[in-house]
């Protein structure tokens, strides 16, 4: 399963609203995790089961979809939500991550 | 507190054989689905393997199937990779990763280590 992720770079102010996407090659149900990662260090399991916020985040970060369009949205960016966002499905049992989006301060 | 220390991560030649291992704490090894995710220098993420928690099953990325092997040593808290006919495009940071269940791969990766680099160059 080809996992593609939209865009590969978003520039959005602090305080602004964040979208990204993520869309798998066939229907994954909601068998989808967000990860996020910083430089230097090691990604973070942000949301699974396609809407299900991990421990430590905050509810600014939500996740929607299913089948094989999904979306992530930071309503309002903080200057510790820069960095690198991966999706990963886990519907087949290779499992598969899509490409990332670096979010960046514009 | 759950914890991975992935360690043998060193430069190697080209058609060179490396194991890397990854110890665990802070929690009930045996129950659990462990994997390897590697992150070539300034790349995305890529699943490589993963194993159950019985090591009753086990999988493999195309990239690197017939050339890795995963297992774990569940007495010792431990998962391994044996990595054979290494090349250049096995450089990369190899994390060790918990999955969420103990079948199959266990899913998503709650827990991850900080990664041991293996850089393949002659």
């Known amino acids: 399963i080809v996992m593609t992720q939209s865009p590969d770079t978003l520039s959005v102010s602090p305080g602004e609203r964040a979208t990204l996407s993520c869309r798998a090659s066939?229907?994954?149900?909601?068998?989808l995790a967000w990860y996020q990662q910083k430089p230097g260090q090691a990604p973070r399991l942000l949301i699974y089961g396609a809407s299900t916020r991990a421990t430590g985040f905050p509810a600014r970060f939500s996740g929607s979809g299913s089948g094989t369009e999904f979306t992530l949205t930071i309503s309002s960016l903080q200057s510790e939500d820069f960095a690198v966002y991966y999706c990963q499905q886990y519907n087949d049992w290779l499992y598969t991550f899509g490409q990332g989006t670096k979010l960046e301060i514009k | 507190e759950v914890q991975l220390l992935e360690s043998g991560g060193v430069l190697i030649q080209p058609r060179g054989s490396l194991r890397l291992s990854c110890a665990a704490s802070?929690?009930?090894?045996?129950?659990?689905?462990m994997n390897w995710v590697r992150q070539a220098p300034g790349k995305g993420l890529e699943w490589v393997s993963a194993i159950s928690g019985g090591s009753t099953a086990s999988y493999y990325a195309d990239s690197v199937k017939g050339r890795f092997t995963i297992s774990r040593d569940n007495s010792k808290n431990t998962l391994y990779l044996q990595m054979n006919s290494l090349g250049a495009e096995d450089t990369a940071v190899y994390h060790c990763?918990?999955?969420?269940?103990?079948?199959?791969?266990?899913?998503?990766?709650?827990?991850w280590g900080q990664g041991t680099l293996v850089t393949v160059s002659s």
């Open positions: 990763a918990r999955g969420w269940i103990a079948a199959a791969g266990g899913g998503f990766f709650e827990h």
């Open positions: 066939q229907s994954i149900s909601t068998n």
């Open positions: 802070g929690f009930t090894f045996s129950s659990y689905a």
